[in-house]
């Protein structure tokens, strides 16, 4: 994320701007979640929308259901903390840790990551992040989650400490990283798209459009769509997961993250993996 060596910098100056990295990258999560909350929620409903058989609801006819049955513009900001406090640790951790990486490589090295070592880099630090971040990332889908179930079967937790609080006491501390394998996956698969996709094509495009806002854009635009297509069918997963409640008998609907997947696959098809594609890569 720093664009300066730091070889000739005394190492206080280094620490400061490694550690910038985390800063810039957790405030600018915060920022574009506070941002994209209302289409996160949508894309949420749509995915539990698609369990079982029937007809799925349009985007346009869960907007209207949010707005009119839920208590109209602040239903789409349903479990804002939550989301907030996991980017603050998610976003932070997976920009930071992998900008660190190339700076500290550049200058180690003396050249820049090729592809496939950025790579690894982005693979790796999706993962810190998104384990750590796992215990927000399920009250946020329970948030998300609690009106669209009958009255009685509701959490109705108040905001993100009391959701913390109410797991540990009814479900075990442990089961705060309930699917944290399914979360896992999908920051992996959405650094993978995203982070190298992202410094390869500005190194590639800068040939042709320079170094201005076109080769930024062109560039978001190219690992935006990358990281929605490889992120949103483990996200399904872990929305399913996250949210499931026992039933009657006492069963949990899924699992985990495969028979999860299996599920989906026999009774929705292959194709709703990425229901609410639009919105995510929105």
């Given amino acids: 994320m720093t664009t300066s060596s730091n070889i ?5 100056c280094v620490f400061v701007e490694n550690a910038m990295n985390f800063v810039t990258g957790g405030l600018a999560g915060m920022t574009a979640t506070a941002t994209i909350q209302p289409l996160d929620m949508v894309k949420t409903r749509m995915q539990l929308s698609s369990e079982g058989l029937g007809a799925k609801p349009s985007v346009a006819a869960v907007v209207r259901n949010l707005f009119v049955n839920e208590g109209g513009l602040l239903a789409f900001y349903k479990g804002l903390g939550s989301a907030l406090m996991r980017q603050m640790i998610y976003a932070g951790l997976r920009l930071g840790i992998f900008y660190t990486v190339l700076d500290v490589s550049k200058d180690k090295l003396g050249r820049s990551l090729n592809a496939s070592e950025k790579a690894l880099a982005s693979l790796g630090s999706g993962a810190v992040g998104a384990f750590i971040a796992t215990p927000f990332d399920l009250a946020l889908v329970r948030f998300q989650a609690d009106g669209a179930l009958p009255v009685d079967q509701r959490r109705n937790y108040r905001n993100w400490a009391d959701a913390l609080g109410k797991i540990i006491r009814t479900e075990g501390f442990f089961n705060l990283w309930k699917g944290a394998f399914p979360t896992i996956v999908r920051a992996m698969s959405m650094n993978l798209g995203m982070l190298a996709p992202y410094e390869e094509c500005k190194q590639r495009f800068r040939k042709y459009f320079g170094d201005g806002y076109a080769t930024y854009i062109s560039s978001s635009f190219v690992a935006g769509f990358l990281a929605a297509f490889l992120g949103l069918p483990p996200d399904n997963m872990k929305t399913k997961i996250q949210k499931m409640k ?9 699992k985990g993250l495969f028979d ?20 995510f890569y929105m």
Avoid at 8 to 12: H, Q, R, S, V, Y
Avoid at 261 to 275: N, Q, S, Y
């Fill in 246 to 254: 026992a039933g009657a008998d006492g069963k949990l609907p899924y």
């Fill in 8 to 12: 000739n910098l005394p190492k206080k």
């Fill in 260 to 279: 999860c997947a299996r599920k989906t696959f026999r009774g929705e098809g292959i194709l709703r993996f990425w229901v609410g594609f639009p919105v």
